[in-house]
């Protein structure tokens, strides 16, 4: 399958396997994929059917057992550990169904990490987190620990470090499996918002029609079978 500079995303044949005991599981089987650029896609299928497993591959942080990964013209698959890390840390944010805050950093210190990672200079990161947590709604708690917030507040806060260092592309794992039904409501729609404002594009993977249903287009994972 060709890669066209119309793909922003592209997965071309990618199987992955895992060894449990003595059987082998197959987590995908040659999946092919093409995401246009800007777009937001979720990826349904049940829990356990590997859909974690498939964001980990697109984001290099696993390597594939066959196939590659393309993400704007680059083939991650033939990248290196180091340089899939430094191309990770530029283009990619993350959302997690538990939050992943780091518990002894305040908040604005928990969104300017990627930043600092990224060697950028510590005014111009406090500002654009700044910026970032007023966009969430959080803009009084920058000093605050995040054991002092609410659910949904800590999954704001996540949102507005997966979009600190403007990444091109959002991965979200069940972002909204952690909080209750309104609450998951509030925050699915503010990523929403906040992803196709800055254009970006935004890959879901939920067990939840009614999370999918936000998205331009829905893809299902069943049997290691990545299907429209």
Known sequence: MPVTDQDFIRLVDLSKSYTEGERRRVVLENACASFAEGEF???LGKSGSGKSTLLNLISGID????GEVWLNGHNLTAMDERAR?????????????FFNLIPTLTV?????LPLELAGGGRDAARARANELLEQVGLGDRG?????????????RVALARALVHDPRLVLA?????NLDEETGEQVLALLDTLTRQA?????????????????????????GKLSA
Do not use: C
């Open 108 to 112: 604005i210190e928990n969104v300017v």
């Open 85 to 97: 890390t430094l191309f990770r840390r530029q283009h990619i944010g993350f959302v997690f169904q």
């Open 63 to 66: 390597q594939a057992d066959n």
């Open 173 to 177: 794992d069940e972002p909204t499996g």
């Open 143 to 155: 000093e605050t620990f995040p054991d002092r917030l609410s659910g949904g507040e800590q999954q």
């Open 41 to 43: 896609v979720a990826i």
């Open 199 to 223: 254009g970006r594009n935004l890959v879901m993977v939920t067990h939840s029609k009614e999370n999918a249903a936000y998205a331009d287009r829905v893809l299902h994972l069943q049997a």
